[in-house]
């Protein structure tokens, strides 16, 4: 290199620098806002009372002012300003910007908007000051359709001071972690969102430019909060909307990398494609096929044309009742008949002994609100396996006091739908290798298929059910039993509940037997509704859950993923339709 060469390269690094120092922007001279910390308490009627602090150093101005927008039903209350010197301000009913700095000074009040409200305090006194904020945001968590959820902005975009900090601390009795909530935070992309000791916390990172503000969207399980706002959405509509303004850097990071996988992808595919053709053509490929129902093993006669049966069915198997259920559409549909067979286990179990229904955790036995609980510190091991393995992922889902809630089984049925389909996967798998071994079901096997063939000798089975369920239903051969005969009503409950019947049956059995309560385990006041509700409501939380898990897997490429939620950094942009979104804060 020359001494030409020499001089221009730096004359070329002199210019850099000079123009990236006159383009910088010049420091505040005036106020600055060194740190701002809010801690979020939320309770259990989902409202936010927060206590907000301010570190500043002030030269001019009346007051400090912070906006909150879109409010909806939200509503700010309480608010009250103490600074450092330990007074605290008064309130005014009505504040006036115009004000002067001495009619302003140790005093605070909320200023309404066109667009929401202005948090305002005089400043009172130039200078290192600290002022601490507290005030009340009602309907704070929202009820969707699905799922509870947090989907506010805290910190306002275009604040007249740059804040150097910003950490905020989202946090309730209800420990907020990775098993019960799902986090995304927008609008700060160099600062982040981490659960941290049961707590949400978000933190800037350093200063948040004027372009910058902080929205947090929490996604929480249902149950949590008394949240009493509700909102005609899915999360996923919601989260859907935040997503809206998010930096188009993230989404062509992703979609670079999306067509890079994808080539890959379809190369890798070609390949195995040309590797197998020539094995696809020296062999037939065998295809396996679901039961099927040949020769009218499916068509069952006409209700009237099936005969009552007055016997439990199946020497009481309830499995085999509920396979026979499951395809025959005796009872419910496949869904249904599922949570219908837990119930069943359950009246079962209280007939036994083994369980009890009992009081919550807190004392409260209300059927209607579902606030009840399920004590299964009696279970012991029964010679049925997959029995035996229903009570395990009850008593995993309830945890080390053996006792079971309905909101604690929904939110375990949430995060481990898995475990409860692969429950039901294996009952009717093991169910049809009984029936295989007992002659019902024919395997045949050819070149191209593997096939089970469902024999007429099933179809008997559920005439014997679908008997079953005419005799419960007829009051008028019920009332025929002898008194003698009442030991059978509990085994005749545990099928009703199977079949979907147990509402209709217990009315019955209330009219014929007014003491039946006093000479069973199974209280037919409110057994049978517990058994149905609890059961319900879990299974329709795995298939929530279920739904949820495919969803992430399908928009994983997307921008930002739906499928992250446990923390991490927050998004540039979006989050713009929240709850209290404003702009300006500050000084003035």
Not at 141 to 159: A, C, T
Not at 183 to 200: E, H, L, T
Request: include cysteine.
């Amino acid at each position: 290199m020359n001494k030409i060469n020499v001089k221009k390269l730096f004359l070329i690094l002199f210019l850099g620098i000079a123009v990236l120092l006159i383009s910088t922007p010049k420091s505040d001279a005036t106020n600055k806002i060194n740190k701002i910390t809010m801690d979020v308490y939320v309770d259990n009627n989902g409202t936010a009372k927060i206590t907000e602090t301010w570190d500043t150093s002030l030269t001019e101005g009346t007051e400090g002012y912070k906006p909150y927008g879109n409010l909806g039903k939200c509503n700010i209350s309480n608010f009250s300003v103490t600074d450092s010197t330990g007074i605290t301000y008064t309130t005014l009913s009505k504040w006036k910007t115009k004000d002067s700095f001495e009619n302003k000074a140790y005093k605070c009040g909320i200023n309404k908007t066109n667009s929401g409200v202005e948090l305002c305090w005089g400043i009172s006194q130039y200078g290192n000051r600290t002022y601490t904020l507290k005030y009340e945001i009602s309907n704070f968590v929202n009820q969707y359709k699905d799922s509870q959820g947090i989907y506010f902005s805290l910190i306002p975009k275009e604040m007249t001071q740059t804040p150097q900090s910003v950490i905020i601390t989202i946090r309730s009795d209800k420990k907020f972690n990775k098993e019960n909530s799902q986090i995304w935070a927008f609008g700060y992309p160099k600062g982040d969102i981490q659960f941290v000791n049961g707590n949400i916390v978000m933190d800037s990172k350093g200063s948040l430019p004027s372009s910058n503000y902080m929205v947090a969207l929490v996604k929480i399980d249902n149950g949590t909060f008394n949240a009493t706002n509700k909102v005609n959405k899915t999360f996923d509509q919601i989260y859907s909307e935040a997503q809206k303004g998010v930096s188009s850097v993230n989404t062509k990071i992703f979609t670079v990398l999306y067509i890079i996988c994808g080539l890959i992808a379809s190369i890798g595919v070609g390949f195995l494609i040309y590797g197998c053709i020539g094995t696809v053509k020296k062999r037939k490929q065998i295809k396996y096929s679901n039961l099927n129902f040949k020769k009218g093993s499916l068509k069952l006669p006409k209700t009237e044309d099936i005969p009552y049966n007055r016997d439990i069915p199946f020497e009481g198997n309830l499995l085999k009742a509920f396979w026979i259920n499951y395809y025959y559409n005796i009872g419910k549909y496949s869904n249904t008949c599922k949570s219908l067979l837990l119930g069943a286990f359950l009246l079962k179990w209280l007939k036994e002994g083994r369980a009890t229904i009992c009081k919550t955790n807190k004392g409260i036995f209300n059927v209607k609100n579902n606030e009840y609980a399920i004590d299964l510190s009696k279970m012991e091991p029964t010679e049925n396996k997959l029995e035996n393995e229903l009570v395990s992922i009850l008593l995993e889902a309830c945890g080390d006091n053996e006792i079971l809630e309905p909101n604690e089984f929904a939110n375990w049925c949430y995060h481990n739908f898995e475990y409860v389909n692969r429950w039901f996967r294996k009952v009717l798998s093991n169910i049809t290798a009984e029936l295989e071994k007992d002659g019902l079901i024919t395997t045949t096997c050819s070149e191209r298929k593997i096939e089970k063939i469902v024999n007429v000798g099933i179809r008997n089975l559920a005439i014997e059910l679908y008997g079953l369920k005419r005799y419960l239903l007829d009051y008028s051969l019920i009332h025929q039993r002898e008194a003698k005969e009442v030991a059978l009503w509990e085994d005749y409950l545990v099928y009703a509940q199977l079949l979907g019947i147990a509402n209709e049956v217990q009315k019955q059995f209330k009219q014929l037997y007014p003491n039946f309560n006093e000479i069973s385990n199974i209280n037919i006041d409110y057994s049978t509704t517990i058994a149905t509700n609890f059961f319900y409501e879990g299974l329709k939380s795995a298939r929530s859950g279920e739904n949820n898990s495919k969803y992430n897997s399908s928009s994983s490429s997307s921008s930002g993923g739906y499928s992250s939620g446990s923390g991490g950094s927050s998004f540039s942009g979006g989050g713009s339709s929240s709850s209290g979104h404003s702009s300006g804060g500050g000084f003035r």
